[in-house]
């Protein structure tokens, strides 16, 4: 055997025992053993450094140093979950549910881990990348780390796809995580929290070889590629088991609600008794073609919810309650407590979210208050300990001018929250625009984070998001903790944002109500800011899915001298403020007016690529038949209720081939 075959073997024996031990938790041999043959191939590979492997055993030890962690956008977005707090909730989803899909439902029921999503890509069997969710659209690389990590593969065996994803979670077990608090107690460190900030935290250690000391384990539940071979949930967990993945075995396929109540009941008692935390279980439809037919909303997939058990509970004094401004002039009262561990994490401050809630609660300082995580995230007041008031307590009463310029407050009617009017001179609302303008789903500014933005705007150097336009590096080095590259970095990063698409730019502006998905539509009805600068109320409300609400801000943001000013500095340095020309190239308002429904199997087109023709050309694509539907595009494999509601309705039924030549 020669030299390259000796590593080879090695490495696949080594790979073969890793799997034994930390996959089917069933050793084939004794640690000591191991090591000598891990120390056996360590050496041949240092001696031939001709047969180097990035993802050979020896380099799960780590020693990779990694000082900035790169953006990578995901080939598969990674959506959020919706949540759900009762069984009612449950039966609501799967009532709609079964009002867009045909025939029975099946469910695969999977336990909710707590810890850090991790996206890992394999090409050819071989891990090549592993990302952090980040913003779902685009996370952190975080390769050399999560390669340290025993459960993770890093070679994959049987019949996988030549190229795939696989999500999971990245998780610290409690016997591991309660270890390292007793290493660093001993050592005179402050412990961890909590085993989910632990795990997290670990993925961004710059020195791999730290990670690799940290118990960490990666739980998977979701294949994502194309040509994957499954064709349901369940399937595709067996599937990745067999490929070298640590699947949990408590994934459970059942075949009606009830019985997902009762995975729910049974896990919310039992879920002690488990090694690593979960706070809630994933609930799943089966069936991969179902899935495709409900498809998404802007956050969150339809067919999947999460069930998050009953928040912990604990209470405290409240010492004071404060009011912040946000970047819309938004008034948030702040509930200033007495530290308190909950959730395994140390709270001190909770949102009151409005004077009503106050006032409903009877809110005061000096309270004893229950506090608990919503959804195990955000710290809210539930209630008041009215046996614990104090004697001499006095009755909340809400502020009247803006805490940081003075302004009198108002309160729109129908509004719950009160606002700081002050646009352009309240320092908290100005920082904050200018934070909204440069985040990640706005206009992603490399190099300028939300402190770099309030010392700029403290500094006197910007005002508003159109100065950045103007900013220097000599300007910019002389602020705290910047050097000429990071200088150089900043100004780069905006003169790149000039390429940010036009709905990005909509959408970064701040107008109140527009978030993504309403800027997209505007900005695909409008084509360019000048024809939505001009856009009355009335013409608002005509575009689809805008409301009054959203009509009235658009028009009261464009009508501010100061903003159309902004605007046009903005048009002067070159931002993308209207839809391309090769964009426009391929948007027609041939179907304008129409409403698709989209089911089946299709030959020549994704499902995909069918809704996106449709929006291209000016069309309306639903997710069910109703009498407002225009067509029923039908594929292969298509419910027949589908095909009998459309039939009911007398709307037409088009395949592919004939939808294409409705286009042309």
Known sequence: MDIHQKIESLREELRQHNYNYYILDNASISDYEFDIKLKELQALED??????????????????????????????????????????DLLDWETRIKKMVDGNVQYTCELKYDGASMNLTYQNGKLVRAVTRGDGVQGDDVTANVKTINTVPLHLKGDYPERFDIRGEIILPIEGFLKMNVERVANDEEPYRNPRNTASGSLKLQDSSEAAKRPLECLLYSLKGNNLNVTTQFEGLEKARSWGFKVPQEAKLVNSIDEVLEYVEYWDKHRHNLPYEIDGVVI?????????????????????????????????????????????????????????????????????????????????EGDEVFVEKGGEIIPKIISVDLSKRPVDSIPTEYISNCPECETELIRLEGEAKHYCPNYNGCPPQVIGRIQHYISRKAMDIEGLGGETVALLVNEGLIHNYSDLYELTIGQVIPLERMAEKSAENLVNGIESSKKIPFERVLFALGIRYVGETVAKKLAKHYKSIDALIFATSFDLITVDEIGERIAES?????????????????????????????????????LKGKTFVVSGVFETLSRTELKKLIEDNGGKVS????????????????????????????????????FMSLLK
């Open 554 to 590: 658009v028009v009261e943001f464009f009508s501010s001298d100061k903003n159309k000013q902004i605007i046009e500095r903005l048009k002067a340095f070159g931002l993308q403020l209207e839809i391309s020309a090769d964009k426009l190239a391929n948007q027609t308002n041939k």
């Open 623 to 658: 997710t069910s038949i109703s009498s407002k539907t225009s067509y029923l595009i039908a594929g292969d494999k298509m419910g027949p209720s589908k095909r009998a509601k459309a039939e009911d309705l007398n709307i037409s039924i088009l395949s592919e081939y004939s």
């Open 284 to 364: 799943k439809v089966n069936n991969l073609f179902q899935q495709d037919e409900l498809g998404f909303t802007a956050k969150a997939p339809r067919w999947a919810m999460a069930y998050k058990f009953k928040a912990e509970q604990v209470s405290t004094r409240l010492n004071e309650i404060t009011y912040q401004v946000g970047r819309t002039g938004a008034i948030t009262p702040v509930a200033n407590l007495e530290a308190v561990q909950l959730a395994g994490t140390t709270v001190k401050r909770a949102s009151l979210h409005n004077a009503d809630q106050i006032s409903k609660l009877d809110i005061r």
């Open 47 to 88: 001696a031939h450094p001709d047969f180097f492997d990035s993802n050979s055993p020896t380099q799960r030890v780590g020693g990779t140093i990694t000082k900035n962690f790169n953006t990578v956008v995901h080939d598969f977005r990674m959506y959020s979950l919706d949540n759900s707090y009762s069984k009612e």
